[in-house]
């Protein structure tokens, strides 16, 4: 049983080698050592996956993680055997992987979530879209020959500062008006 099982797995596994094939290997870590955990081969022009080896290991905590694409530590968790174990995959619009996660479930070994399609932000919201463009300063030649940039303030823009304080001095000294008796 165990033989036919290799067969059928270098079988497919050599039908399926080309571009699109992709070999994944999971792996369970500790503080002290590092050990294979699940090796498969995932399809992507076909979207099939099939288990290439298993290995079980001595019950304890372990990391769960992979090398595939950096994904590096996913999953922390207790175990001791692989075969009540699920790996999902969630796939994304081109049909790579994602995401890896290795969940209790004894039906399939390998599930593929295909991509689902979701709302996509407006990332021009109404607010920028009224805003006005900066203005590029010009610069003109000033008597003097030198290069300077041309002020387009209004006059009360670029003056206000002589005009507030003599205004406030006015405003100060005047009297109160006392509300007069009827």
Known sequence: M?????LLVLIFAGLIAGDDTVTVDIYAQTAESKHDLISFVYDKSSQSSVVLKENDLARQEYCIGTSYKSLGCFNYMSLDT?????????????????????????DDRIVLKPYEGHPVPNL???????????????????????EAEEDDRSW??????????????????????????K
């Open 156 to 181: 009360i823009q670029k003056n206000w500062m002589y005009v507030v304080p003599p205004l406030l001095i006015l405003f100060m000294s005047l009297p109160a008006d006392e509300p007069q008796p």
């Open 82 to 106: 692989v075969r009540d174990k699920l790996v999902q995959l969630q796939l994304n619009q081109e049909g790579d992987i994602e995401r890896l996660s290795l969940i209790s479930g004894a």
């Open 124 to 146: 021009k919201p109404i607010g920028a879209k009224g805003q006005k463009p900066k203005k590029e300063p010009t610069k003109k030649a000033d008597e003097n020959g030198q």
């Open 2 to 6: 165990i033989v036919i099982r290799a």
